[in-house]
Each structure stands twice: as C-alpha cells, then as structure tokens.
C-alpha cells in the first residue's frame, strides 16, 4: 500500500513568512496529490490539489510544487496570517488494481503562526 | 445544502457496548469513507464504499462493520467498544466513480471515549 511522509510535525513562523511542508510518497502510480487544512474541532478541508500531469499549482497564497521522479511534494504558503494556523494535511492514493480508492494521509504539521 | 452530517458529536460507551455512528451526506457522491483520528498517528482509513450495496475494508477495520443501502448513508456499527476505539472518527464522501481524484468533504467528526 501508500507509505505518505509527512515533515516537519510542527512549525512555527512569524507573521508575513512563507511556511513549507513536505511529502513523500511510496506508491509511484499515484497520481493525486491533496492538501488538506484541519482548524480546531472541524473536519479537514481541501486548501489545494494537483494532478501528476502538472508540476506546480497555485492559488493565491497557496501553492503546491510536485516532484514525479523523486516522489515528493510540497505545500507553500506565502504571506502567512494567524489565521492559517492549523494542522496540515497531504494525501496520496493507493492505486490498487488500476484504482484509487484509498486516499493515505500523512501524520499532519502543526502550523503556528506568530502575530 | 448540509454537506456531511455526523451524529452524535460525542459518545461515551463502557467496554463491550455497541453503538452506531451515523454519516449522511445530500451531495449525490458515491464515494464514502470512515477515518479514525488519533494524537500523532494522522487520518487512518477504516472502511469505504463506492456506491450503494458495495463496502471494502482500509487499513483498520477490526472491529468494526459497515453497511450501505443507500446512497446518502454511510453508519459505522462498533460492535463490542474497547478502550483502543476511543478516538476521533470522521466520515468524508467525494464523488468519484473512478477513484480518488476528487476533493474529499468531510463531516465535523464523533469524539469517541470508552471506559
């Protein structure tokens, strides 16, 4: 199955800092590749996504960068606010049998940023 | 337009109780999931399904059993709780009949203690 590693656990910046985190995946057929955001007693929710067809995705502070070959990737925010203090997700599918149906998650980053 | 609806938000069972855990979603997605949620250990996936009448097992399913009759509902029976169930559970639902290359939406989560 999927083996998604997940760094650092916890990171803390100073407000108007750019903030990364970091993935590797074990399964070289995954092609999905979310980024989930989990506020205080809430569910997850997806911030950003990108296909294995694409190299980089941004949207507006958020970007996500994909290395196929290396099996690698990345979330980075720019300009951070306290308000984009959570926990961070990354996923990759288990592709088994020519389908995704199990999405592995990482063991999460706790983001703090600083006021 | 609820999206994933989870009840009840907490639950507290003795040792060798059995209880139900609901999920609903009025999104029309095929695809549903149960994620168990513990300190350090990310998401880990418990059981899915791709549609109604067709459920598989993730990467913790012991102990427990799922069903789905319909589309909308996805329940997660605990059989005989244990204290190693005592968790943070969370249902999530995409629609996707090809695998998992769509968003995740995920319900607010049951907080869950056995004594």
């Known amino acids: 199955g999927e083996n998604v590693e997940q760094h650092p656990s916890t990171l803390s910046v100073q407000e108007g800092d750019s903030a990364v985190i970091k993935c590797t995946y074990s399964?070289?057929?995954?092609?999905?590749f979310p980024w989930y955001k989990q506020e205080l007693g809430k569910g997850p929710q997806l911030i950003i996504d990108?296909?294995?067809?694409?190299g980089e995705k941004k949207d507006q502070r958020i970007a996500v960068t994909l290395n196929k070959t290396a099996k690698h990737f990345s979330l980075h925010i720019t300009e951070t606010q306290p308000e984009d203090s959570a926990v961070y997700f990354c996923?990759?599918?288990?592709?088994?049998?020519?389908?995704?149906?199990?999405?592995?998650f990482g063991k999460g980053t706790l983001l703090t940023v600083n006021p | 337009n609820a999206g994933v609806t989870q009840t009840p938000k907490f639950q507290v069972l003795k040792t060798g109780q059995s209880m139900t855990l609901q999920c609903a979603q009025d999104?029309?997605?095929?695809?549903m999931s149960w994620y168990r949620q513990d300190p350090g250990m990310g998401l880990r996936l418990i059981h899915y399904?791709?549609?109604?009448?067709?459920?598989d097992q993730g990467e913790v399913p012991n102990g427990y059993n799922v069903s789905r009759s319909t589309t909308e509902d996805f329940p997660l029976r605990l059989l005989s709780a244990a204290p190693s169930q005592t968790s943070v559970y969370f249902c999530?639902?995409?629609?996707?009949?090809?695998?998992?290359?769509?968003?995740?939406?995920f319900g607010n989560g049951t907080r869950l203690t056995v004594t």
């Open positions: 999530a639902s995409s629609y996707s009949y090809r695998g998992l290359d769509s968003p995740l939406h």
């Open positions: 399964d070289s057929a995954s092609n999905y």
């Open positions: 990108i296909r294995s067809n694409v």
């Open positions: 996923a990759a599918p288990s592709n088994s049998g020519g389908s995704n149906y199990k999405l592995t």
């Open positions: 999104m029309n997605h095929e695809y």
């Open positions: 399904s791709v549609g109604a009448g067709i459920t």
